[in-house]
């Protein structure tokens, strides 16, 4: 599948079925990430900033899509020990192939949980929440191919762990998305409520 293809084809899947807060936005920094992942052109920028869909949780935790590999580095650049990715490795173009030995030649401990975009399970976040429990007081950043699975993971994360309140937690889950009833079953569960 061409570039092209597969960034219409995620375009209309993310039109047709999520609710995004920014789709412009959004779609405009993918398709940055698609161009500087496939033809090798840095159009994302270094600083984490302008890492797609980052967003900054506590001075220990950062989370946002897929990183490219300038931008693995400024992430270990910044302190973080831990890069956990919860995407299928073969997903999207996006993929970095090699990110875990990438990740490890940094000297930062790579994890990775794929987590099936359509079919989350509560053993996903139970593997999500071990690693991070694990790492609670190192800096840890989390990425997955939109920062979507992410989000809604630390959504839960923060409410059973660290004693975060909704409406705080949900507002950082909202400056990215409004999960789909796929994630709200999971979260549902999760929370005890499903």
Known sequence: MTTFTSVRNLNRHVLEHMRITNPVKTIYSLLKMVVSTNLGVNVMGKKLEDIFNYLQISDLIATSGQPTESQIAAIKEAGYQVLINLAPLEKFETTLPNEAAFVESLGMEYVHIPVIWN??????????????????????????????????????????????????AQKDLHKLWVPDDTWQRLMKEVMGNG
């Open 119 to 168: 079919k989350p399970t509560l053993e996903d976040f139970d593997r999500f929440a071990q690693v991070m429990q694990a790492n609670s007081d190192r800096p840890v950043f989390v990425h997955c191919a939109g920062n979507f699975r992410v989000s809604a993971f630390m959504y839960l994360y923060r409410r059973i762990y660290q004693n975060i309140d909704e409406e705080e």
